[in-house]
């Protein structure tokens, strides 16, 4: 998501930047307070501990992140300066394992674009979520044959697959392989929610035959024409996570999608030079326990919280909070077979993957 700050929270926020203001100029103080944005963007690394989410997509922060590699046999990274490849364990092993299944699905592999900061909160630039370590954006272009070079991924421009007048996909550039990429994302439960542009959401109401179950899971927003993003929901060992609301149980493809191709959700912003939600937080506008996690030592190195097929995940579970749920991957590569693994033969002796806990 990263076209559209919430417009509900800005009363909120300048309400809430008035009163530092005014307690900063009472104090004669001279500097306002540090830029929520700033202090995580300035965070290279994630901080060790188990993994958890705090806050909202829009509104927290995570610890216990692990980062994408830059590479896989059926992924790269895209814009990897950006330092935007981290995520809640589940996030990561679930991106891998998309990348495998899209490509034996006929995709020939993930461009990853961003997922979220070593310790998530809000980003200098971009997106409003992407905070909690649990949205990954995913480009529509597949990957290329040969590999790009890191000044590739830094330049090469994206596809846009909507036609911005008619908002409708361009013909030409859609293909079955589209779908099945989507298709695939929804299909794993722990995704509760797809963002595209409003033209793809109606190419897919407008096309998909036999099982339309997986359209509720596709919702519409401006943006998201040349990447999908993809949302997971509050894992085990989050109990500060705060859920999204369920997405209703139709397809979608009524009244909800019409209304994007009517006149209203394309005029112009009336106020576009207001400040965004996520440059103006501070650290009282996260839930405490970001304090925390922003001010936590560094990870040992990049290495010890690079996902690898289970042991980094291990890793970031490897001191779970003594109340939290002993598993906090639900779908991590723990549990999947070594021979399935895309970072096969990687065997993990001496970590030990935790497991649920008896009559969890
Ligand atoms: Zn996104």
Redesign the pocket.
């Known amino acids: ?2 076209l559209r700050s919430l417009p509900e929270r800005k009363p909120f926020l300048t309400a809430a930047l008035a009163l530092v203001t005014l307690a900063a100029l009472a104090a004669g103080a001279i500097s306002a307070e540090p830029r929520a944005k700033d202090l995580f963007g300035a965070r290279k690394l994630p901080a060790v501990a188990a993994a958890q989410s705090f806050g909202f997509y829009s509104k927290g922060c995570f610890a216990g992140g692990v980062a994408l590699p830059m590479d896989g046999p059926t992924w790269e990274v895209m814009r990897p300066s950006r330092n935007r490849r981290w995520g809640h364990p589940a996030m990561i092993a679930l991106i891998e394992k998309l990348s495998r299944d899209a490509q034996a699905d006929g995709w020939p592999g993930l461009l990853v674009g ?1 997922v979220s900061q070593p310790r998530g909160g809000p980003m200098t630039t971009g ?1 409003a ?2 905070q909690i370590g649990l ?1 990954a ?1 995913i480009w529509l272009t597949p990957m290329p044959k040969r590999p790009l070079t890191m000044a590739q991924r830094e330049s090469m421009s994206a596809t846009l697959m909507v036609d911005e007048k008619t908002h409708l996909v361009k013909e030409a550039l859609w293909t079955p392989q589209h779908t099945r990429l989507l298709k695939r994302a929804a299909s794993y439960p722990e995704v509760e929610r797809i963002l595209v542009n409003p033209g793809i959401k109606k190419k897919l109401c407008d096309t998909v035959t036999g099982d339309r179950s997986w359209l509720r899971k596709i919702r519409p927003f401006w943006g998201h024409d040349y990447h999908f ?1 993809m949302r997971i929901g509050c894992q085990p060992g989050s109990p500060f996570c705060k859920a999204q609301e369920t997405t209703p149980d139709d397809d979608g493809c009524g009244k909800p999608l019409a209304w994007w191709f009517t006149e209203e959700p394309w005029r112009p912003n009336k106020n576009p030079d207001a400040p965004k939600a996520r440059d103006l937080m501070t650290m009282a506008n996260l839930p405490k326990q970001c304090q925390g996690v922003v001010d936590a030592p560094d990870a040992p190195s990049l290495e010890a919280v690079t996902y690898r097929g289970g042991s980094a995940a291990a890793i970031a579970v490897a001191e779970p909070a003594p109340d939290a749920p002993a598993e906090t991957i639900s779908s991590g590569a723990g549990s999947m077979p070594a021979a399935a693994n895309a970072f096969a033969p990687t065997p993990k002796i001496g970590i030990p993957v935790p497991r649920p806990r008896p009559g969890n």
């Open positions: 998501m990263n961003d997106h979520s992407h949205d954006d993003h």
